[in-house]
């Protein structure tokens, strides 16, 4: 088993592959991993699960002829018979490099809708979706993490194939249970908690207007914000500018994410899509009532009003009222955590590596190590 994608980067995609690896049948399926360029975060999971990982680090946007050319030697050598590819560079390297490894099959599975929410489409635009769409023919299958992401990719690729396998949670390591991580918030109040990337599509711009307006009202909240990313320096400016300094923690990257989802009063997701959310899942595992987008994957995860609030993308006004609800109501808070616990338990990372292990049996004929 060859597993190709992009970086070892603290994603969503990257976490699923890990958690996969990990289970996957050792009797039937030698796994080793292709990153093709840095970071590398991830790296000390797949060693503790003892997943061979072998990294190219060549950057394949800007230099994809030499990652290509890397990326076949590589599964020249290692002769899987199955090839699987995440995310868009490594779908379309991935699947070009297959095609030159003697009887491997390329399984790509699509983690984002990519095509839907492209920012800046123009003619870079259309030769990566081309290239997507004739290399896609190389597949002997196509999965999806959630309906959404099947629908977004039928519509603009014209894929009618895609098999949904929904992304999954460790139900044992991310469970209810007490935490004294506290004090990671700022001050006394409701403890809000968002995990994820600082990133556009993550809406944390949107959760700070939020957060502002709560504090307008008198609410007693503090938010705590886990993760890196591009627009750390701006979110922290916009935080100051809104007079939140005492209301916001950034706390960048964290080990103890597990402990900080337990602490958590409430749990908001505001992302302004989303394709399924392997945080939201951890969060609603380990029991927390949660504040989410409707949007993308996101609902066919929680069911408003029963494991959880759903407000329209980017609508800072209505965020602040669904948080605002549950601050008010404890029972609440209390009933919807209970409901997010039962739903999670169907998406258990076990039934994700079942259904992925069924696909390699399928186009292997039955024999996908190495």
């Known amino acids: 088993m060859a ?19 990990a289970r996957l049948d050792p009797g039937r399926f030698l796994s080793r991993v292709f990153p093709l360029d840095r970071p ?14 072998d990294p190219l680090e060549v950057p394949p946007a800007r230099r994809p002829l030499a990652c290509l050319a890397a990326l ?3 599964l020249r050598r290692f002769q899987p018979r199955v090839v699987h590819t995440h995310l868009y560079y490594a779908n379309v390297l991935g699947r070009l490099a297959s095609g030159m490894v003697r009887h491997a099959r390329c399984v790509s599975t699509l983690h984002n809708p990519d095509y839907t929410f492209e920012s800046r489409p123009g003619l ?3 030769g990566k979706k081309a290239l997507d769409r004739v290399t896609g023919g190389r597949n002997a299958a196509l999965l999806a993490v959630s309906q959404a992401v099947a629908d977004d990719f039928a519509r603009h690729m014209g894929w009618r194939t895609i098999r949904v396998v929904p992304s999954g949670v460790d139900l044992e390591r991310y469970s209810p249970g007490t935490s004294h991580s506290t004090s990671a918030w700022p001050g006394p109040g409701l403890r809000l908690l968002h995990v994820g990337r600082l990133h556009p599509q993550k809406g944390h711009r949107i959760l700070l207007e939020a957060l502002a307006l709560l504090c307008a009202r008198g609410a007693q909240v503090g ?19 809104l007079g939140l300094d005492d209301r916001v923690r950034f706390l960048g990257r964290r080990d103890d994410v597990r402990e900080l989802l337990r602490a958590a009063d409430v749990f908001v997701f505001p992302s302004l899509y989303e394709a399924a959310g392997i945080a939201l899942l951890e969060a609603m595992a380990c029991g927390a009532p949660v504040v989410a987008s409707r949007t993308g994957g996101i609902v066919e995860i929680v069911r408003d009003g029963l494991d959880g609030l759903l407000v329209a993308p980017g609508d800072a006004g209505e965020l602040a009222n669904a948080v605002g609800r549950l601050t008010d109501d404890p029972a609440l808070r209390v009933r919807l955590g209970a409901s997010a616990r039962r739903r999670a338990l169907d998406f258990d990372i076990r039934r994700t590596v079942r259904a992925i ?6 186009i292997a004929g039955g024999v996908a190590s190495a």
């Open 223 to 241: 938010l705590a914000l886990v993760g890196e990313g591009p627009l750390g320096a701006e979110l922290a400016g916009q935080a100051s500018r």
């Open 72 to 74: 076949t030697g590589r």
């Open 357 to 362: 292990e069924a696909v390699y049996e399928e």
């Open 3 to 21: 597993h190709v994608i992009e970086t070892l980067g603290a994603g969503g995609a990257e976490t699923l592959l890990a958690e996969v690896t």
């Open 124 to 126: 870079v635009f259309a």
């Open 40 to 53: 590398l975060e991830l790296l000390p999971r797949f060693e503790r699960a003892r997943i061979e990982v």
